[in-house]
Structures are given as C-alpha cells and as structure tokens.
C-alpha cells in the first residue's frame, strides 16, 4: 500500500528539482505516492496556508506533508529542518521560512528541530528533503534536536491576501469576519477599492455582490472547533479578477460603511 506525501513548493512536475526530488524519495520511501502543490516563487504564505489545509484537514494517518519554499531573504532559524506531528499523526517537514509554519504552528506537537540541514551551502538540496522523510518515517528519536520557539515562527499578518483558488477567491489571514454579518464595508487591496457584504456561510448569493464569508472549507482545532478563515467572494465571477489579481500577501484594508442617519 502507498503512502501519501503532499509536496508544497514553489517547484513541481515539469521541473528538474521535482524530478530530482523523485528519484531521491524513491530511494528511500520507495512506496511513496507523491502529490505536489505549487505555490509562486519564495511564497510563504501561500505554501504555510496550503500546509495547513493538507497537515489539518482529513487524509490518511501515515501521510507526510513536505514543504520546501525559501523566504529571500532566509530566516536566520531557518538552517536546519522542523518537524511536527498533527492532531491525527500526520507529519509536516520543512524548514522555519517566512509564514511556511504560521498557520499550523499553535495546532501541532513541535515544531522540533532535525538534525538535517535544511540547504547546503549551493542551495537546496532534495537529497537533504529525502534524508529527513525516511528520518522521520522510521521514527528514528535521535534526529530531533530540539523544540522551536514560539517567537521564531513568524506570525501572520493581519489582513492580507493568503492564497488564490481556482475559481478566483481571494482567502485572507482573518480569522473571523471584521463586521457583523450583514453589514456592508468597503475594500481596498492595492489601488483597487470595492464595496462587500458579510454573508454567512451556505449563503445563497446573487451574481455579482461581493461578499466576505467564512471559507467553506478549513481544518479542525485542537481546543475544538474548525478554523474557516474568511474569504473575498464573487458570484458568478472571480474577486481576484475585481481587485486587479493582487499577489499573495497584498494588505487588505476594511472600511466599515456608515449608515445615514
């Protein structure tokens, strides 16, 4: 039976790095179904969001969750690889860049340091990425080195663009909506500014209103509950498309509108 490892990178199928990474895994974890996740070039908080959804959410036990995106300029915490375990068992390896362990850093066991560099000193390396899966796929105790600090995770901007889906909905860093459900506010991402409403989530919505809601999908907390980050909405076409496609991390600024009196 194969064993599932979700890959987020900034790299994957089609490039030489992936293919090389491959090859190493296959070394070692020969049984190994590898699933890659991109994100653009040195995003940590795209790659932190995804880890989050693939390390939390459901999926089997024995999974891996493998993230390799390095923050310009590097974190100096960031010389060797972090390990942690989920709720579920799931493993998470990457090394401490930028946001990549944001997300999911107050909802592990870890992160904990491993013994295995996260570069060399001409780059990454995916012998070293390899090294570390059958490290920890063995459960071999001398590879962890020690905890990390809290202060050394970085923590997640405010109000900014996480990530981008398919269908064009921009997910934020908020953790809950900043009005109370049915108000209606302005936003402004870069230059572009548009007015919104909060819904609920499961609302039936007409086309064209954008809207914040929960995210209909998240992951389960480790005090109870479910994280569902909110998320800009545009029925019937695409939020990205209303602000102008900002990039990941662009700042989200909220303007409550006042009703006339």
Same mark, same amino acid.
């Given at each position: ?16 790095? /992936?293919?090389?990474?491959? &090859? ?48 310009? +300029?590097?974190?100096?915490? @960031?010389?060797?690889?972090? /390990? ?18 944001? /997300?999911?850093?107050?909802? %592990? ?21 390899? @090294? @570390? ?6 459960? &071999? ?22 990530? %981008? ?10 953790? &809950? ?17 548009? +007015? ?9 919505? +007409? ?22 980050? %909110? ?11 209303? /602000? ?18």
């Amino acid at each position: 039976m194969s064993r599932l490892l979700q890959l987020v990178a900034d790299y994957g199928p089609g490039d030489l790095a /992936f293919a090389e990474l491959l &090859q190493c895994l296959a070394l070692v974890l020969p049984d190994a179904e590898v699933r890659a996740t991109r994100v653009p070039p040195g995003d940590t908080l795209a790659a932190g969001f995804c880890v989050a959804r693939l390390a939390l959410g459901d999926g089997p036990a024995d999974r891996l969750v493998l993230h390799d995106v390095v923050a310009r +300029p590097a974190s100096p915490s @960031a010389d060797l690889l972090c /390990f942690a375990r989920g709720h579920d068992g799931v493993a998470v390896i990457g090394p401490n860049h930028g946001w990549s362990w944001s /997300f999911v850093v107050d909802e %592990v066991c870890g992160p904990c340091y491993l013994e295995v560099p996260a570069s060399t000193p001409a780059g990454r390396s995916p012998e070293l990425l390899a @090294a @570390a899966v059958v490290r920890i796929a063995a459960r &071999q105790p001398h590879a962890l080195r020690g905890p990390v600090p809290r202060a050394e995770v970085a923590p997640l901007p405010g109000r900014a663009v996480a990530y %981008v889906d398919g269908d064009g909905n921009l997910a934020t860093t908020m953790p &809950q909506a900043p009005a109370a459900l049915g108000s209606r506010l302005r936003i402004r991402i870069g230059l572009v500014s548009a +007015p919104a409403r909060i819904a609920a989530a499961g609302e039936r919505l +007409p086309d064209g209103e954008l809207v914040l809601r929960p995210a209909s999908s998240g992951w389960p907390l480790r005090g109870g509950g479910r994280c569902r980050l %909110v998320e800009l909405h545009l029925p019937g076409g695409s939020a990205a498309a209303r /602000f102008d496609d900002p990039p990941i991390g662009a700042p989200i600024a909220v303007e409550t509108r006042r009703r006339r009196g």
